[in-house]
Each structure stands twice: as structure tokens, then as C-alpha cells.
């Protein structure tokens, strides 16, 4: 059968419009998230993070919003650019012993048509 | 300020040989942790080094070790390639054991025929 990771989630855009990649974390333990971006060839690229002591931080072009009672994860981009377009990963971090390991989710790819 | 490196960008190898992939942190990070990203999907952790020390570890086999070198940069090993073991090889660099954001290398793209 085909795989999980061939159906990742695809959100489409045009340029200057504002975007909003969502992510559902498991691990209700779980007390930092990150945004990372990764392009075609490339590693993953930090974009923001947030500690769950928080439940929005901005910087810039960019926003993550925390809602911890759903345990949802978003990252918002304003003003999308063709450069934006790429492959959009949330990772988790459990605190305590599991500290340091991150957990992905399967990904968003983001595509921006000029 | 130089980011993580790794090296080699790209290595073909055949079942059943061994392979060592290397690491360097991102200047002044002293932690380096490693994923396997198959083809779609996102990466998978391996395992964390901090002080010459693992001190996470994945859902791997014993076929995958690493080491860390007192100047930061760190090694992994993996012995009797599988095809499955095919993908892209990320090292993350961090501080403090990790507790503070990762950054990623550009990664090694392993094939295994």
C-alpha cells in the first residue's frame, strides 16, 4: 500500500495572501513546539518557537498560536511569498527525561503561486 | 558564524556494508542530536548526544551508534545496511542538552542498493 508520507497535506496560496498551516500534537506533555520549514534538498529551517507557557507569539511575517486544550499548533504567514513555498514541519519536545528529543508531525506543504 | 555541517552530502552503499556520517555543530553549541527523514515524511529522531554522552535515544536497533568528540562534533555509525535504511540523515546542534531550539544541518542522503 502506499505510504502515510504521500499524502501529506498541501495548502495552496497566492502570492500576498496570508497562510495558515495547521498541526494536532499528541503528546499532551509536551511544553515546547517549533515551526520549521524545509525545502526541497535542504534541512529543516527554524522559523519560531513557543514554550506552553504561552499561547501566541508573532515574529516576523510570522505567527504561532498554542491552544493547549486541543492540544493545536498553528503557524499563520502574512503576506505569502513565492519564497515561502515549501514543506512545513511542527515538532514537539516533552519535558522532563525526554527532553531534547523531537517529535515531527508529517508535514504541510505550502505552495504559492505568483 | 558557520551553521551545522555535515559530510558527505550523498553516499551509495550496498546491504549489509557499514557507514559513518559526520557531524559540526553550529558554533557554541555543545549537543548534537540525529534524525532519519525517509522520502515524505518528517524526520525521525535517532539519538542525542550532550557531554560525549547519548542521552536519548530512539526507536532505533543497535545497528545505529554514534559518538561525540570533545570539541563537539559527533559521528554516526550504522552497521549492516538494510534497504529500509535508506534516507536523509539529519544532525541537529543545540545547547544545554538540548533544552534550547535545534538547528539543522543540510543532511546526508543515503541510498542503500
Known amino acids: 500500500g502506499e505510504s502515510v508520507g504521500l499524502h501529506l497535506p498541501t495548502l495552496s496560496v497566492q502570492e500576498g495572501d496570508n497562510s495558515i498551516i495547521n498541526c494536532a500534537y499528541s503528546n499532551s506533555a509536551s511544553d515546547y513546539f517549533i515551526w520549521y520549514k524545509q525545502e526541497s534538498g535542504k534541512g529543516p529551517q527554524f522559523i519560531i518557537d513557543i514554550r506552553s507557557n504561552m499561547d501566541k507569539r508573532q515574529g516576523q511575517r510570522v505567527t504561532v498560536l498554542l491552544n493547549k486544550t486541543v492540544k493545536h499548533l498553528s503557524l499563520q504567514i502574512a503576506a505569502t511569498q513565492p519564497g515561502d513555498s515549501a514543506v512545513y514541519f511542527c515538532?514537539?519536545?516533552?519535558?522532563?527525561?525526554?527532553?531534547?528529543?523531537?517529535?515531527f508531525g508529517q508535514g504541510t506543504i505550502l505552495t504559492v503561486h505568483p | 558564524d558557520a551553521g551545522v555541517t555535515q559530510s558527505p552530502t550523498h553516499l551509495i552503499k550496498t546491504r549489509g556494508q557499514q557507514v559513518t556520517l559526520r557531524c559540526s555543530p553550529k558554533s557554541g553549541h555543545d549537543t548534537v542530536s540525529w534524525y532519519q527523514q525517509a522520502l515524505g515524511q518528517g524526520p525521525q529522531f535517532i539519538f542525542q548526544y550532550y557531554e560525549e554522552e547519548e542521552r536519548q535515544r530512539g526507536n532505533f536497533p543497535d545497528r545505529f551508534s554514534g559518538h561525540q568528540f570533545p570539541n563537539y562534533s559527533s559521528e554516526l555509525n550504522v552497521n549492516a545496511l538494510l534497504l529500509g535504511d535508506s534516507a536523509l540523515y539529519l544532525c541537529?546542534?543545540?545547547?544545554?542538552?538540548?533544552?534550547?531550539?535545534?538547528?539543522f544541518g543540510p543532511g546526508t542522503r543515503l541510498l542503500v542498493l
Open positions: 541537529a546542534s543545540s545547547l544545554a542538552g538540548g533544552i534550547e531550539t535545534q538547528y
Open positions: 515538532a514537539e519536545n516533552a519535558g522532563g527525561t525526554s527532553y531534547g528529543k523531537l517529535t
